[in-house]
């Protein structure tokens, strides 16, 4: 502000250059804005008339005009400048709209051509002819998708040709309808073996699967020859995990002739996999020539056994635990004998095709050359409450590792827990440091009764008072379970269980009780075998084993031995000194050599070992 003459005259800087170069950017943008306004106004206003176009062109049955119509959106979309950036949304969205209308009367058409057996009217035909760019490239699809429906099953020859019929002479199908024609008698041969191929690939029998599609590929051409293609390669492309899976699983367990057999297979499959060439070469290093074997099968049965012998034969002697039970000791000593004369443990169930319910037929043996057959059977493995007092294990835990452990109360009070204190523990040690000792992994059979606990739990309510009244009797506190402990009780026994029987144990039945069965009327026997397999047998799954206790066994013919068959048991252990085994009525029949305190110091088996070099020093002399 500035005076002159006692005037205040008011003075405006200039603006700068900048600011008028703002000023001008503004009044662009501004102009910009306005213009692009007008063009989107437009442009949605053109649009906004499209749709309805397309459709009343479709009604007026101008189908000409309306795939003009469609051309020319679809061109403005193909046609764009790379460097448009402009949003074309408005115009897919018409396109998608367009295909719809069309696709509808489509599917119209295919349905009541396919279901109503439906001739195409004149107009039904301009419609698909006129369209063409719309329908010609769906009802391709949908004919290529019927003859494959065809291949599969889901539809019959008669109604195929039929759609044929109607459809090849169309200008924009005729070009892909008659090869595809031309191909359905072929296709038809090869019916049976592709749906053949697809079951085993449903049922994840992979390997059947893909010998099937290879074969497929072997006798056809074409359509069928590229279908079996594909399915082929899918199949390899979902096999490839879980069949590693399984050899990984078989090589942990040793079950070396069958990694062998699925890694062969597999190295042919996917001949470049240098994983599958290394696993197929850690399987072979670990079998030997086969061979089928019509000698006699030893069987060995054992009870658990004498974990700490100062508690069986000095604290707590008593003579019945040194006449029916073998210590640890000599268990690993019978072992190392037995794999010196060159035994090999086989699976029984092996020995018979149970696959028919009404009878059984003879399986071969077969195992290495230079092997002789051997059954394990550890018997009454659900231990009894007083065990624990003479020097036995207790119960059967799994250590933090996941190994199988018996559980024991040492001379010194302490808690014992030990692969070595139990057979199954000692028998899965040596099978790792002898794999041939099993052939394929396998280890042994298991036997269960249930009165009074499955591997030292009560697992049910109705066990309870049995074991309380063992524990009474023998002095001890007897026990109350809630119903969640019990529930906790079998969900520990079920984790055994699953870990006995993936690493190669079998599980079978001593009967509810230990009952001497042969001397039970068949009531009695109904009613232990309904127990059994409520309260053991809903654990262990289905049992076909029944090893009879004190080898009381039934005859086949008797009709407590024929209620037991059909209730699933179907190869029976009784007892003898002597190799022996026979197939009966729709059953299988093994004697079993008792291994005991007794038997050790009385019955001569010294074709299996030397009683001298076995026989546990710590026992009272006899």
Same mark, same amino acid.
């Given at each position: ?13 200039p ?5 008028w170069?703002?000023?001008?950017l ?16 437009r442009d ?10 397309f ?38 969205e018409i396109?998608?709209e ?13 349905n009541?051509?396919?279901?109503d057996?439906y001739?195409?009217t004149?107009d ?11 329908t ?38 005729s ?7 031309a ?15 697809e079951?085993?690939?449903?049922n ?14 072997t006798?056809?051409?074409g359509?069928v020859?590229?279908f ?7 199949c ?34 996917f001949p ?9 070469y850690?399987?072979?290093?670990n ?11 030893e069987?060995?049965? %054992? $009870?658990?056994? #004498?974990?700490? =012998?100062?508690?069986a034969?000095?604290?707590? *002697?008593?003579?019945?635990? &040194?006449?029916y039970?073998?210590?640890?000791s ?12 060159g ?38 493995f ?5 065990r624990e007092?003479?020097g036995?294990c ?13 559980e ?8 014992v827990v ?6 199954i ?16 992994? %396998? $280890?042994?059979? #298991?036997?269960? =009764? ?6 030292? *739990?009560v697992?049910?309510? &109705?066990?309870l ?19 969640k402990?019990i ?11 699953d870990?006995?029987?993936d ?10 009780g ?10 009695t026997?109904?009613n ?11 654990l262990?799954g ?18 407590r031995?024929v209620?037991l068959?059909?209730q699933g ?17 729709n ?14 110091r009385n ?18 002399k006899?």
């Open positions: 502000m500035m005076e002159f003459g006692g005037n205040s005259v008011s003075m405006e800087r603006r700068s250059i900048g600011t170069v703002m000023i001008g503004g009044i662009a943008c501004l102009a910009a804005m306005f213009i692009s306004m007008v063009f989107v106004s949605t206003r053109r649009l906004a008339g499209v749709m309805p176009g459709n009343a062109a479709l009604e007026k049955r101008d189908y000409a005009k309306a795939l003009e119509m469609y051309r020319d959106l679809n061109d403005i979309i193909i046609n764009r400048d790379p460097g448009d950036n402009s949003d074309f949304a408005g115009e897919y396109l998608t367009m295909e719809a209308k069309v696709n509808e009367r489509v599917l119209l058409i295919e009541q051509i396919r279901y057996r001739t195409p004149a039904d035909i301009a419609f698909l002819e006129g369209l063409s760019e719309l010609g490239a769906r009802m391709t699809i949908w004919l290529t998708g019927l003859c494959e429906e065809f291949l599969l099953g889901s539809i019959e020859k008669p109604t195929l040709m039929f759609i044929f019929e109607q459809l090849e002479g169309l200008s924009n199908l070009a892909a309808a008659r090869p595809l024609r191909e359905v008698d072929q296709i038809e041969m090869s019916r049976g073996d592709v749906q053949n191929a079951e085993l690939f449903a994840e029998e992979y390997i059947e699967a893909v010998e099937r599609y290879e074969y497929v590929l006798t056809s051409e359509f020859h590229d079996a293609q594909n399915r082929l390669e899918e390899k492309n979902e096999m490839y995990q879980p069949m590693m899976r399984i050899a990984d699983h078989m090589l942990a367990n040793f079950q070396y002739y069958s990694a062998e057999k699925l890694l062969s297979d597999l190295a042919r499959i470049e996999d240098q994983i599958i060439q290394s696993n197929l850690m399987a072979t290093s079998t030997s020539p086969c061979a089928t074997y019509t000698g006699p099968v069987v060995i049965c %054992v $009870k658990p056994l #004498i974990a700490d =012998t100062k508690v034969f000095e604290v707590n *002697y008593v003579s019945s635990t &040194d006449a039970y073998l210590t640890t000599e268990f690993k000593a019978i072992l190392e004998s037995l794999y010196a004369k035994f090999c443990l086989i699976d029984p169930t092996s020995m018979a095709d149970m696959s028919n319910s009404g009878f059984l037929n003879v399986q071969e043996i077969t195992i290495p050359q230079d092997k002789k057959p051997l059954v394990i059977i550890l018997e009454d659900s231990y009894t409450a007083t007092k003479v036995m207790s119960r059967l835990v799994l250590n933090d590792v996941g190994q199988v452990c018996g024991y109360l040492s001379s010194s009070g302490q808690t030990s692969r070595g204190s139990e057979a523990g000692i028998l899965d040690a040596f099978v790792e440091a002898h794999p041939d000792f099993s052939y394929n992994g %396998v $280890k042994g059979v #298991i036997s269960l =009764t249930g009165y009074q606990s499955i591997f030292g *739990y697992t049910d309510i &109705d066990q008072d049995d074991r309380n009244a063992a524990l009474e009797a023998a002095g001890m506190g007897t026990i109350n379970l809630t119903d402990e529930e906790t009780n079998r969900t520990t026994v079920l984790a055994i269980l870990k006995l029987k690493s190669g144990w079998m599980m079978a039945s001593s009967t509810y230990f009952i001497n069965a042969n001397h039970c009327e068949i009531g026997i109904e232990d075998t309904e127990k059994w397999l409520s309260q053991v047998g809903s262990t289905p049992v076909s084993i029944l090893v009879y206790p004190n080898g009381d066994f039934i005859r086949g013919s008797d009709p031995c209620y068959k059909e048991f179907r190869i029976f252990f009784g007892v003898g000194p002597t190799p022996y085994y026979t197939f009966g009525d059953y299988l029949y093994f004697d079993r050599c008792m291994l005991t305190g007794d038997t050790l019955v001569d088996y010294s074709r299996l070992f030397d009683k001298d070099e076995v026989y546990d020093g710590s026992r009272k006899s």
